[in-house]
């Protein structure tokens, strides 16, 4: 069965950066596993990605040798089957804010007895390079949870939920973060209140040997991040280097109104 890298580096220590996937393609997921990230994370909870969009995505990224994650709509187990079963490497929940819905995602997201998930599909082991049977033995050493603690009540309860067995990294969404305490939503600040919750949640996950975690909006931000301690770090996403790069060449001609289409 082949090593979620992705996980190991977590684990060691080690940064690992990726990406957004946020065009329902295929194509462009299989050309983007090839561009170098470590992984890519599919946007289900905001963009139109179906279910059978989704299973082709994973085998394209998985096949080229890049780790197939998926942020998925809510914390169910519906939600995270669907992602699983279908040949994904692991999940990234959104809006983690109690112990109760960390232990509900490593519930849904592992096979017994860490969890509770149940047994079926086929495409699981396919993308991993493993038999069934191996799968279900090992799935659990290489499949990756990630809890979104992107709301002021989940830096308030950010021991309850970082405590949890099972969680390998916690991910911060700075624009809903900075929303969720009534400042204007962007991708960094210089808003105290804002670092604090940051440096408050990164030295709660070291004591329970949780990776960090956050979105940037562009490579200049990753070297920064790094220095503070971030392991797990998406920078922008397929759709916004895209649209920045359009942008780009549509305001050097002089066409267009130069408004912005897309946050990242």
């Given amino acids: 069965m082949r090593t979620n ?56 990224i998985a096949g080229a040798g890049t780790v197939p994650l998926a942020r ?11 992602v699983l079963d279908n040949g994904g490497w692991g999940v990234v929940v959104p809006m983690v804010c109690s112990r109760a819905e960390a232990e509900s995602a490593v519930e849904n997201t592992f096979y017994g007895p860490l969890g509770d998930r149940s047994v ?6 396919v993308n991993f390079g493993a038999e069934p049977a191996e799968y279900y ?11 979104q603690l992107e709301h002021v009540k989940a830096i308030e309860k950010a021991d309850e939920i970082l405590s949890v067995p099972g969680i390998d990294a916690f991910f911060v ?6 929303k969720s305490m009534g400042r204007k939503p962007t991708w960094d600040s210089d808003d105290q209140a804002f670092l604090d919750a940051l440096d408050h949640l990164k030295a709660t996950a070291k004591q329970y040997g949780v990776a960090s975690g956050i979105h940037v909006a562009s490579a200049d931000f990753v070297t920064r991040r790094i220095e503070e301690g971030v392991q797990f770090i998406a920078v922008a996403s397929e759709a916004g280097m895209m649209l920045s790069k359009a942008q780009e060449i549509a305001t050097s001609l002089q066409l267009g109104s130069g408004k912005t289409v897309g946050k990242y």
Avoid at 38 to 50: Q, V
């Fill in 5 to 60: 890298e992705v996980k190991a580096k977590l684990k060691r220590g080690e940064p690992s950066i990726g990406t957004w996937l946020s065009l329902p393609d295929p194509t462009a997921a299989q050309l983007m596993a090839h561009v170098g990230f470590d992984w890519l994370t599919l946007n289900l909870e905001h963009m139109p990605i179906g279910v059978e969009t989704s299973a082709l995505s994973y085998a394209a």
């Fill in 72 to 82: 998925i709509a809510w914390n169910t187990g519906e939600n995270i089957k669907r």
């Fill in 120 to 125: 079926g599909g086929m495409l699981h082991a």
């Fill in 137 to 147: 033995e090992k799935a659990n050493d290489e499949v990756l949870l990630v809890v």
């Fill in 173 to 178: 969404g700075p624009n809903d973060l900075l």
